[in-house]
């Protein structure tokens, strides 16, 4: 969530004890501070059909809440997020951010209670919260603690560190803890989570015996966890995630979460967690990122994003546009509408809703219809981040309130809420369990409520064999949610569990059979007699389980038992081939042969193609190359096989490539430039065949960014001359800067000043803007001669200074010329404008040598008015869209029009209040989105690169630059690499159009929506 600050910018941008002073419990009446007519209104809801909500708490009595959640005594407990991130160094509230409980003793549904259990400076603005029995699970980026409160006084009498991470303060880093049906804890963190490490630091190692670290190992970026409550036993259950906010388990253990994408590309997902599962964000092999180019890319913007065409990258359940994913539970109860009963239910507060899922069978894994629960298309403050489910099975959402969502900033610090969310008329009651006894905590045990589910679980699994009756006939019930959580008590039960799961085995209910299989790994039982019944399960979704199961299993039998599974995948179901792939790992040749000697040369069939594609043994390499040059199967659709060769070992990929390029298929003008891109060029210098390829490729490539790439990896010196002309034919597209670069790279330079020098000044002009944006020193010389040439034209000299304000390098030139009074006086104008989007110390200076910025006013000499009284008037929608065209598109897509560098805009007005856009636009370094951070990057050839990271591998670094050029920086060629800490977007942009043309582009962003 909190990363999704989506703004119209191009935005660069065991346990330890420890000793602490605790502030006391106070408990005290809430009361308001303020009149009702200040306070944000319910009234301004969309609620779905049967539903109708009470404000249970707000500001001044609570402010910004990141994370809630409700005890078993139905009081609400809340983290806040009041000294969130920017204000940290200066923390407005010096005595830390707060856990609150809320409690309501009228059952009128609203707070009149409110305690303070923990307030300090280690808990700012922490993202996740779990309350189970007498203790509290709270993620704080860096630290996990546990707070324990022995004799119930709502103060907390211990606290401790469970785990550390390498996350820096930051929103994509440790998540919310919740319970699990088998009593294990799971939790996931963001790709800001590094690695997860005892309190000592030490990185922790999992089952798999895989240390817990993004450092591609297998694992990298976000990551979802399960352990036991005492912390130990922990294991990644999926990885390669962006930034999931929270998990959810479902009564049978299938795990459960949202993930966010990079903002504005409209790719946010529901995610099925397949344990052992990749899922994409990053090249699982590289690092790269989902810009980067790859054989066989889609041209999907969700499919790039996370890398879905990949052998080895799970589905996503669903795909759900713009937004800022945030807290996600499973509602087992049965208060609200039927219609919820069983669904997932979501906070999504990108387009200010709270929306809920009803999941569905889909081959081996899911699918999701979209129910509404509750929006606001009238207050766009409106900011749900969480959900939790109470005793009586009504719904507590969290409101942060806020012109933005996050991305390292906030609008209002005076704001926020919680409401309770139920059928109209319903008043709030906590059921009464009582847990000391079997019989009560059996009851308790089908609550819809966590912590009442959790005390339960506890006091039934201690019992043992004493809850064995009341969990037997619970079992023997109807409900297959009821049934399902007895089953996983009563597999625990020592020396009774066999039977249980045996007979679970053979159930009716492929959920319940799919329990058993769980369950049978979560007592450390064997699972292959289990997996041997069931490895020919009439229910895809078992076999699913049943591979799984096998996974890093060392039985013999084990690989005879995938062979059964792989036998009958129908070659549709990429759910069931990625449940073989997790359930392969480590162990590929052994599983993957035991399939192909059973099949034998009846590989080539549909299903048979996709295991091949998937596999990572060293037998699969010569299938897929006969796959790649099947001339009965169409190029498109071969290059999906010559994807999958870059996940094969190195050596054993490059002879197969080889083997594939002495074939007449090899041969020819489409694959002959793939498989030279996926040739180690190193490897295969003097390589004849190669060689002779190459010149067959390249005339028929060229003009792309294939045919630099190629020239490049090969180091064709010979073809300088084309590259200049490519330069030349697209100065201000990606492949012109590209070979404009590798040519003076190879000593080009001299070329480019001849063109500069020539009769021909549109060549000149070309050449200049290309230039610019490959500032070297070699260029710093051609370009200043012809800005200081007096005998050439002025707008030719002009574009030279236009040349120079494309980077750092050249705005140190100008500041330069000015300040030695070498810059002549008719350049003096575009020098300033082209000053304008320098970094502000440069600004700063150049005005001192007189290259003055606009005064800080509008175009029309006006002082803005505040920014509130700004977003309260109303514009002309149709002007602003010129507006837009005219200032923005350089940097921003809206509705496909503009250039895709800062995030894209055709959905902002579902995300943003017009508050939030001006704010956006008058001070664009307030909140710089996660994923858009600008960086400097010095290369020793003497260039000063700015833009934004967009790929990032071991070996080099691609930089997106103003104007959404793609730049390559290999890392041995890299000097210095700083983050910027302002906004790639000038500040001042309201200085370029007068305050009419500032308010109609506001009424033209607040017009874009997505489709409904």
Request: proline content about 6%; glycine content about 8%.
């Amino acid at each position: 969530m909190f990363d999704y600050f989506a703004r119209l910018v191009a935005a660069a941008a065991g346990f330890v004890a420890l000793t602490l002073g605790f502030q006391l419990a106070a408990t005290v009446p809430t009361t308001p501070a303020r009149s009702a007519a200040t306070l944000p209104s319910l009234d301004s809801l969309d609620l779905a059909e049967g539903l109708q909500a009470t404000l249970v708490a707000q500001a001044p009595t609570i402010t910004n809440p990141t994370n809630i959640d409700v005890d078993a005594r139905g009081r609400v407990w809340l983290l806040e997020g009041y000294n969130y991130r920017k204000f940290k160094p200066h923390p407005l509230r010096p005595e830390g951010d707060r856990i609150v409980i809320l409690q309501d003793t009228t059952g009128d549904g609203v707070a009149d209670v409110t305690k303070v259990f923990y307030q300090g400076t280690d808990i700012d603005a922490a993202m996740g919260i779990a309350v189970l029995g007498n203790k509290v699970y709270v993620s704080a980026y860096q630290n996990i603690f546990v707070f324990t409160d022995t004799d119930g006084d709502d103060k907390p009498d211990r606290k401790e560190v469970l785990f550390t991470s390498i996350g820096k303060d930051h929103d994509h880093s440790t998540h919310a803890f919740v319970f699990g049906p088998d009593g294990r804890l799971y939790f996931n963190g963001g790709n800001e989570t590094g690695a997860i490490m005892d309190p000592s630091g030490k990185v922790l190692v999992d089952r798999a015996g895989n240390r817990v670290e993004q450092k591609r190992s297998p694992y990298q970026e976000g990551m979802a966890f399960r352990l036991e409550p005492d912390g130990t036993n922990i294991e990644v259950l999926g990885y390669n995630f962006r930034n999931p906010y929270e998990l959810a388990v479902d009564a049978f253990g299938t795990v459960w979460q949202s993930d966010n994408d990079d903002d504005g590309n409209r790719s946010t997902r529901l995610n099925y967690v397949m344990e052992g599962g990749n899922y994409g964000y990053k090249d699982e092999m590289t690092g790269a990122g989902w810009r980067a180019r790859r054989t066989g890319m889609s041209d999907e913007i969700p499919r790039q994003h996370w890398h879905s065409d990949d052998p080895g990258s799970v589905p996503n359940v669903r795909i759900n546009g713009a937004g800022a994913p945030s807290g996600i539970t499973m509602y087992d109860g049965t208060l609200l509408p039927k219609r919820y009963w069983g669904t997932l239910i979501h906070a999504d507060p990108g387009p200010n809703e709270v929306r809920a899922y009803p999941v569905h069978p889909s081959g081996a894994g899911y699918s999701a219809d979209v129910l509404p629960v509750v929006s606001s298309q009238k207050d766009k403050m409106f900011r749900p981040v969480d959900v939790a489910v109470a005793p009586d099975g009504s719904l507590f959402v969290a409101d942060w309130y806020d012109a933005g969502v996050g991305g390292h900033n906030m609008s209002d610090q005076t704001q926020g809420r919680i409401i309770r969310l139920a059928p109209p008329g319903t008043r709030y009651t906590v059921p009464a369990f009582d847990v000391s006894t079997a019989a009560g905590a059996a009851r308790a045990l089908n609550s819809p409520n966590h912590a009442t589910r959790y005390l339960a679980y506890e006091k039934l699994h201690a019992l043992g064999r004493g809850a064995e009756r009341v969990l037997a006939t619970m079992y023997r019930g109807t409900d297959a949610r009821a049934r399902a959580r007895a089953l996983w008590l009563l597999a625990r039960i020592p020396g009774r569990g066999a039977r249980y799961l045996d007979a679970a085995s053979r159930d009716a209910d492929p959920n319940i059979r799919i329990v058993a299989l769980r369950a049978t790994r979560r007592i450390g039982a064997d699972v292959i007699p289990i997996a041997s019944r069931l490895v020919h399960d009439a229910a895809v979704d078992v076999r699913r389980e049943v591979a799984i199961a096998l996974r890093h299993d060392q039985s013999p039998r084990a690989a005879a038992l995938w062979a059964d599974l792989a036998s009958q995948h129908d070659g549709k179901d990429r759910w069931y081939l990625e449940a073989l792939g997790v359930s392969a790992d480590q162990q590929w040749d052994r599983y993957f042969g035991a399939w192909l000697d059973r099949v034998g040369d009846g590989w080539n069939t549909p299903a048979g193609r996709d295991i091949v594609w998937r596999a990572r043994s060293a037998r699969a390499l010569p299938l897929l190359g006969k796959l790649a040059t099947d001339p009965a199967i169409p190029v498109a659709d071969r290059l999906r096989y010559f994807r999958a060769f870059d996940f094969h070992a190195a050596e054993a990929r490059q002879r197969a490539l080889l083997a594939i390029l002495a074939t007449p298929a090899g041969a020819s003008a489409e694959l002959t430039p793939v498989i030279l891109s996926q040739l180690d060029a190193k490897a295969v210098a003097g390589n004849e065949d190669v060689s002779a390829a190459l010149q067959r490729a390249l005339p028929a490539v060229r003009g792309t960014m294939k045919y630099v790439d190629l020239v490049e990896r090969f180091d064709v010196r010979t073809e300088l001359d084309e590259l200049i002309r490519l330069a030349l034919d697209k100065p201000n597209e990606t492949v012109g800067s590209e070979a404009a670069r590798l040519a003076l790279a190879w000593g080009g330079a001299p070329r480019f000043g001849t063109i500069l020098n020539g009769p021909d000044d549109q060549a000149a002009r070309r050449a200049l803007s290309v230039l610019g944006r490959n500032y070297t020193r070699a260029v710093d010389t051609l370009v200043s001669a012809v800005a200081l040439d007096s005998t050439r034209a002025l707008d030719l000299r002009r574009a030279a200074v236009q040349s120079m304000g494309t980077g750092y390098n050249g705005w140190l030139r100008l500041v330069s010329l000015a300040r030695t009074k070498q810059l002549p006086e008719p350049l003096k104008p575009t020098a300033a404008a082209a000053l304008f989007s320098a970094w502000p110390e440069l600004r700063d200076s150049a005005a001192k040598y007189g290259l003055a910025p606009p005064p800080a006013t509008t175009l029309d000499g006006k002082t803005l008015p505040p920014l509130m009284t700004l977003a309260a008037r109303g514009g002309d929608a149709a002007a602003g869209s010129a507006v837009f065209t005219r200032t923005c598109t350089a940097c921003h897509v809206a509705g496909g029009t503009g250039t895709d560098f800062g995030p894209a805009l055709t959905e902002i007005g579902d995300k943003l209040p017009k508050s939030g856009l001006l704010l956006a636009i008058l001070d664009p370094s307030a909140g710089i989105a996660f994923g858009y951070e600008g960086y400097s990057v010095r290369t020793k050839d003497g260039q000063q690169l700015i833009g934004m990271i967009s790929s990032e591998t071991d070996d080099e670094v691609v930089m997106k630059l103003v104007g959404g050029i793609q730049r390559r920086v290999p890392k041995s060629t890299v000097v210095e690499r700083k983050r910027m800490d302002v906004s790639l977007m000038p500040q001042g942009l309201e200085r370029t159009m007068t305050e009419a043309d500032l308010t109609n582009l506001v009424e033209y962003l607040s017009s874009l929506h997505k489709t409904r």
